[in-house]
């Protein structure tokens, strides 16, 4: 009976699968050990149901199930066209605006995409391809990075801040920006305003920094000046 079952089951499709589920499992490790939320399991379901739904709509175009007579003529990608689509709502729910305007989860939503693809490839039979694509693909989020920052332009050592200063006079808006300038620590966007009926003002400044200056220094730095009365540092 077993053998029988194994007979049904045709071993280019199990390959296929295996072999999706394999490089999906690379996209999702790489995202899993960054703490993102595309993980093992996510990564391994699109890439397999990609993979599966293109071997689907591959054999389904050109056989149609259920009665050998009749054959069907139709795009064999189909199927996996709507996946492209269709995998987009899936890649948004990973993009998050924080409330200081940031914008997050691009990378991981692109990834969504790329495992997507990964599956689509494979499915279609291009396996060399689809082992490309996935070390590309870790090459590009990985390394390329890593070289850009270590030998690229200065502006790729900085990274951005969001400042948030409480003080008691408005005379130390001045005062504090003069110091930050000295500090080194670039201000691109300022935001005043009053709370507590203006008996305080905030100073909310997005600011560059070099990378590799501890946050912990930064604020240190800040909440010893002369006024500050409170401060929150958002990375």
Known sequence: MGSYIL?????????KLAVSGLLGLIIGLERELKSKPLGLKTSLVISII????????????YFFPGNDAIRIQMD???????????????????????????????TTAAMVWGAAGIGIAVG?????????????????VELIPYILVKFGPKKLYKRELILKIT????????????????????????????IKDHSQHMLELKARVNSKRPVTDIYYTISRM????ALEIVS
């Open 7 to 15: 007979n049904l089951i045709d071993t280019e499709l199990l390959i």
């Open 76 to 106: 064999p990608l189909r199927l996996a066209a709507q996946i492209v689509s269709g995998i987009g709502f899936l890649g948004a729910g990973v993009i998050l605006r924080r409330g200081n305007d940031h914008i997050s989860g691009l």
């Open 167 to 194: 003080v008691s006079k408005q005379e130390s808006f001045e005062k504090i920006i003069n110091k930050l300038l000295e500090e080194k620590i670039v201000i691109t966007n300022t935001r005043i305003k009053d």
């Open 50 to 61: 990609s993979c599966l739904l293109t071997i689907v709509s591959i054999e389904s175009a």
């Open 124 to 140: 279609a039979g291009f396996y060399a391809e689809a082992a490309a694509g996935v070390v590309l693909l870790i090459i590009s």
């Open 226 to 229: 002369d006024d500050v009365q």
